[in-house]
């Protein structure tokens, strides 16, 4: 199992940025998957997480309206856009497979994940 963040960078408040998250050896229709990010000093945050039956979504309140989780079966690829970014989005961000998923960030057991991608919102 393996996962790879990528997108990541330098944006304005205000801005916006799409992550990418490209896996493999494993089919990416079969999992639940989703994001967290992790900020120096600060506990992980669970951000949003996409089932594999429906593709029903999920996002924490910090996100909600902001962040919008999608994935491309296909190109096995998981996608993150992020509008109306803040300084307090600031921190690496991280794919992750998930085992159990629900309504709210405590449902969510983030199990694999690979390498990050620094996000840094500035002006």
């Known amino acids: 199992v393996q996962l790879q963040a990528s997108g990541g960078g330098l944006v304005q408040p205000g801005g916006s940025l799409k992550l990418s998250c490209v896996v493999s050896g494993f089919n990416l229709g079969s999992y639940a998957i989703g994001w967290f990010r992790q900020a120096p000093g600060k506990e992980r945050e669970g951000l949003s997480c996409?089932?594999?039956?429906?593709?029903?979504?999920y996002y924490a309140r910090s996100v909600r309206g902001r962040f919008n989780i999608s994935r491309d079966n296909a190109e096995n690829t998981l996608y993150l856009q992020m509008n109306s970014l803040k300084p307090e989005d600031t921190a690496v961000y991280y794919c992750a497979t998930v085992m159990s998923y629900g309504p709210g960030p405590s449902d969510w057991d983030f199990r694999s994940w690979g390498q990050g991608t620094q996000v840094t919102v500035s002006s």
């Open positions: 996409i089932s594999p039956t429906d593709s029903s979504t």
